[in-house]
């Protein structure tokens, strides 16, 4: 099934496909933890092979809630895939990140209630140091390539992660920007978490839709208002992922490759055999 893949990307609200692409194959696959959110198309993409995801299926027909996050990556990884970007829809808890901008988080935090963040459990503990979530040499490389099609992208920021669907009350828009966070939105966790665990660089191309609730000048955010400024983005984030593919090294020079290195704590003894099969993909080199 594995064939080597530049880039994967995660489509969020308003990238359901990836134009541009040629020699296409759509890949139906079943992982240990479930089916993904839709078939993973794969194709070239200036000279290169690419996948793309559509997180919310296709039609958009899945929470930030029903996600599966797990099997998403897990699929990715399975064809291929060591980067992945992440497009996602988020609203502003700063001023000076303005709708319609674009911004490159580096750091998350995790405010989820009910979502598996791990593909660990069931036998074999594993501890994934996360204290830089996003790949700091692929998320430069996306900022790059962001500015070259003339949007204006901000560098850094805290990416808080609400549960969903609703949006936030103004009160939780309020703590979060007393916390210091920068944008908000509801998919990068635990994608992120789950991309280390499965040592992919993971970066996030963060569209700002709106001033969530917190901006007493502006309207408070609804769906009108971020599918308006998506649909206008959409051409900005092709031509960007166009002008990374073209960038991205053939060989990767961060440590996400070897991630989990000092990561597992369990005996390798006493894994059961379903648990060890089950992670093979991800941890058996360290098994051996």
Not at 36 to 50: A, D, Q, W
Not at 101 to 117: A, Y
Not at 122 to 145: Q, R, T, W, Y
């Amino acid at each position: 099934m594995s064939e080597k893949l530049s880039l994967a990307i995660i489509g969020g609200s308003g990238l359901y496909s990836m134009t541009g692409l040629t020699e296409t194959t759509e890949h139906d696959i079943n992982t240990p933890f479930g089916k993904p959110s839709s078939p993973i198309v794969t194709g070239m993409l200036e000279g290169k092979r690419v996948a793309f995801l559509a997180r919310h299926g296709i039609g958009h027909t899945l929470t930030p809630g029903e996600v599966p996050y797990r099997a998403n990556i897990y699929a990715l990884k399975a064809l291929g895939a060591e980067r992945i970007i992440s497009i996602n829809a988020c609203g502003s808890l700063r001023e000076d990140y303005a709708p319609g901008q674009i911004v490159i988080p580096d750091q998350l935090f995790d405010n989820t209630k009910g979502r598996t963040r791990t593909f660990f459990g069931e036998g074999l503990v594993a501890h994934a140091g996360v204290a830089d979530p996003f790949c700091i040499n692929i998320s430069m490389d996306l900022e790059k390539a962001v500015i070259e099609t003339g949007a204006v992208v901000h560098h850094g920021g805290a990416f808080v992660i609400i549960e969903g669907p609703r949006f936030s009350t103004k009160a939780e828009s309020n703590v979060f920007r007393s916390w210091g966070m920068s944008i908000v939105g509801m998919t990068a966790a635990p994608e992120a978490f789950l991309a280390r665990e499965a040592e992919l660089c993971y970066a996030v191309m963060a569209h700002v839709t709106d001033y969530d609730v917190w901006h007493i000048s502006e309207a408070p955010v609804t769906v009108k208002m971020v599918i308006e400024v998506l649909n206008q983005n959409v051409a900005i984030a092709q031509a960007a992922i166009r002008n990374l593919v073209r960038r991205l090294p053939e060989k990767r020079f961060c440590q996400c490759e070897n991630a989990m290195a000092t990561s597992l704590i369990t005996n390798p003894n006493v894994i059961p055999p379903e648990t060890r099969k089950k992670l093979d993909l991800l941890i058996g080199k360290y098994l051996q």
